[in-house]
């Protein structure tokens, strides 16, 4: 045997054994790249709810995977926490899905579903379901940790403060509970219903409650230390930046409160005066946020002046994310929309079908969002 042919003998036998590593990479490289990292573990992204995306999008969305569910809608806003999109619906499910391929990997199901966002920290997802009960699950497995029990509908996300997990219910109680063991650390009232979720910046915590006052809680010792007077109820969770809060009204007046001073930097009203579901996102000096009005608004963050007003021919309760030098919105008609923050130019549309009443999440270069039809897409780029 010539010493070419004993080369290629022992060539032939390493391929040979080498065969189902190779098998094994052509497998994986069929799957969707794993994406980069990046989290949006809350409601609004952060714990200060700004609605300010930490990564950035491609310039040219497109699907990169849809889910259909039969018997689901989609109010709540989808959280992303290491590779995983988790998401309620009213089919009775929270869902943990793949963000690279949108498969399943479990579902807890409660009796009548879910309309508030998870929230994720240290391996265990914090969810309030429309029964009034709170759940703390594994976020790998979707086992149940514990259960805590409110007098009324969860519908707003949760947040964290130290090692404690914060949450509104209908019943007006903001709770804080301990992560580990889901046991009562305080309890605030109020008067009537809590429908945002609690921003927190430092030790403060801030609820824009159905009983027309923002109140400011001291989120060691759960005591109030202040309530200001904003005439209206109020749905959509404040964002806080530096030393103020922004926010809008079921009467149809926009906010921004000096909480440090506690008093009203300035307000202001659209054109055609209608409720402001929309919770806002603030970046670069430039506060966003829709209304039933139909419109798109932008805001000068220091002083309220309008800086721009885009039309978008249907409510939007949805709120807002900014991300980079864009901000992104769903409609109650079904369209997804990106505008440039700066000009309000219209850079980006797609038309969805169904409503929504949930919010974008944006991480790992991915943007998640639900509709009313039970629908969930994802959207990245090429």
Request: proline share 11%; glycine share 22%.
């Given at each position: 045997m010539t010493a070419f042919s004993k080369t290629c003998l022992i060539l032939a036998a390493l391929f040979s054994t080498a065969s189902p590593a190779i098998a094994a990479e052509k497998s994986q490289a069929d799957k969707p790249p794993a994406p980069p990292g990046g989290s949006w573990p809350v409601f609004r992204g952060n714990a200060a709810c700004d609605g300010v995306a930490a990564g950035g999008l491609p310039e040219k969305l497109k699907v990169v995977w849809k889910k259909s569910f039969k018997d689901g809608a989609f109010d709540a806003t989808a959280t992303i926490v290491d590779g995983t999109v988790y998401v309620g619906s009213f089919d009775g499910n929270l869902y943990a899905l793949d963000l690279a391929d949108g498969n399943e990997k479990w579902k807890f199901h409660t009796e009548l579903g879910f309309k508030a966002a998870a929230a994720i920290r240290d391996g265990v997802v914090y969810v309030g379901d429309v029964d009034g009960k709170f759940h703390a699950i594994d976020a790998a497995t979707g086992q149940p940790k514990w259960t805590a029990e409110s007098g009324a509908e969860i519908n707003a996300g949760a947040n964290f403060y130290q090692d404690k997990v914060l949450f509104a219910s209908q019943d007006g109680g903001l709770y804080c509970l301990a992560r580990a063991d889901g046991k009562l650390a305080w309890k605030y009232t109020i008067d009537n219903m809590i429908q945002c979720s609690p921003t927190v910046a430092g030790n403060r915590g801030f609820l824009a409650g159905c009983d027309g006052k923002l109140h400011i809680v001291d989120l060691d010792s759960g005591q109030g230390v202040a309530q200001l007077d904003i005439k209206d109820p109020t749905l959509s969770t404040p964002a806080a930046v530096e030393n103020r809060v922004y926010f809008g009204t079921q009467g149809g007046r926009f906010l921004a409160i000096d909480w440090k001073e506690q008093n009203i930097a300035w307000s202001y009203e659209p054109k055609r005066r209608s409720p402001l579901l929309s919770s806002a996102a603030v970046s670069q000096g430039v506060v966003v946020f829709g209304g039933k009005d139909r419109e798109v608004h932008a805001l000068d963050a220091k002083t309220g002046g309008e800086l721009w007003s885009a039309p978008v021919r249907a409510t939007v309760d949805s709120s807002p994310v900014i991300v980079g030098s864009r901000v992104y919105i769903g409609t109650g008609n079904g369209r997804l929309l990106g505008f440039d923050l700066k000009t309000g130019k219209q850079?980006?549309?797609?038309?969805?079908?169904?409503?929504?009443?949930?919010?974008?999440?944006?991480?790992?270069?991915r943007l998640v969002i639900g509709n009313d039809a039970g629908d969930l897409y994802c959207f990245g780029g090429p």
């Open positions: 850079a980006w549309e797609y038309e969805a079908g169904g409503g929504f009443p949930a919010s974008p999440a944006v991480a790992a270069g």
